[in-house]
């Protein structure tokens, strides 16, 4: 029972903010980047097999994340 509590109080302030402020959705970001990160490792595992260090650089609009 002493679990309980901050479980249901958790859970209650997630439900209301969810509902009231713009909470990015996350799993549509997460899969962006998995997007983004395959094909940028794609385009370099094609390279002569060297071990460089390659900056990825993902552009984020806004109105997506929502």
Same mark, same amino acid.
């Given at each position: 029972?002493?679990?309980?509590?901050?479980?249901?109080?958790?859970?209650?302030? /997630?439900?209301?903010?969810?509902?009231?402020?713009?909470?990015?959705?996350?799993?549509?970001?997460? %899969?962006?980047?998995?997007?983004?990160?395959?094909?940028? %490792?794609?385009?370099?595992?094609? /390279?002569? /097999?060297?071990?460089?260090?390659?900056?990825?650089?993902?552009?984020?609009?806004?109105?997506?994340?929502?």
């Amino acid at each position: 029972m002493g679990c309980l509590f901050p479980f249901l109080l958790g859970t209650a302030i /997630g439900v209301y903010a969810a509902q009231n402020y713009e909470v990015p959705n996350l799993r549509h970001l997460a %899969k962006r980047y998995e997007e983004e990160y395959r094909k940028k %490792k794609a385009d370099g595992a094609a /390279g002569a /097999g060297g071990s460089r260090t390659k900056t990825v650089m993902v552009d984020i609009d806004h109105d997506e994340l929502f």
